[in-house]
């Protein structure tokens, strides 16, 4: 007679760990993911820049028909008297007058690592230039799209203790 014991066994342990696995999915599509700016310095004075910028993105969760991202960067901590310079539907450019430390540094950084791996994304959408006393941080979605073939476009700007953050998304 064939036992039908250690099927129903496994049956049962695998729904009730389902809902976990579930779980476990939806936070790592939560996740925060810090990418790291490296600065491409220009003048022989390099101790006058930092050698990189760390800004955040974190996805928000699944939801029918569209994607978005929430970022942030502590620009702050090289800049003081921090505003949107210029922004679009695609594109947005914070400026700030550097703090003395880094007020001669002339520099421009681009987007080099996510989580520690090298970004092998097909548009560089974080930039920044140090220059002439100001740095400038720019979310430049042109060129991107999204699987639907729209542009990928700024969804929100705005300041969180005196930083830029920002929403950007598309359909899916």
């Known amino acids: 007679m064939i036992s039908f014991r250690p099927l129903i066994l496994i049956l049962g342990t695998s729904i009730s760990l389902l809902p976990l696995l579930s779980n476990w999915c939806v936070q790592a599509q939560n996740q925060s993911q810090n990418i790291e700016l490296k600065l491409y310095i220009e003048n022989e004075q390099k101790q006058s820049c930092p ?6 993105q974190k996805p928000h969760p699944y939801q029918e028909g569209s994607f978005s991202t929430d970022g942030s ?7 003081s008297n921090i505003s949107v310079q210029a922004s679009n539907s695609f594109s947005v450019t914070w400026v700030g007058t550097l703090k003395p430390k880094y007020a001669k540094c002339f520099a421009s950084a681009g987007m080099t690592k996510v989580d520690g791996e090298d970004y092998s994304g097909k548009i560089n959408y974080l930039r920044m230039h140090f220059v002439k006393g ?5 979310l430049d979605l042109a060129g991107g799209y999204d699987p639907n073939d729209y ?3 700024v969804l929100k700007n705005s300041f969180k203790n005196g930083n830029p953050t920002w929403t950007w998304g598309g359909t899916d």
């Open 73 to 79: 960067v502590n620009l702050s901590a090289y800049a």
């Open 51 to 56: 050698d990189k910028v760390i800004v955040t």
């Open 151 to 153: 542009p990928l476009a």
């Open 134 to 138: 100001k740095v400038y941080f720019i």
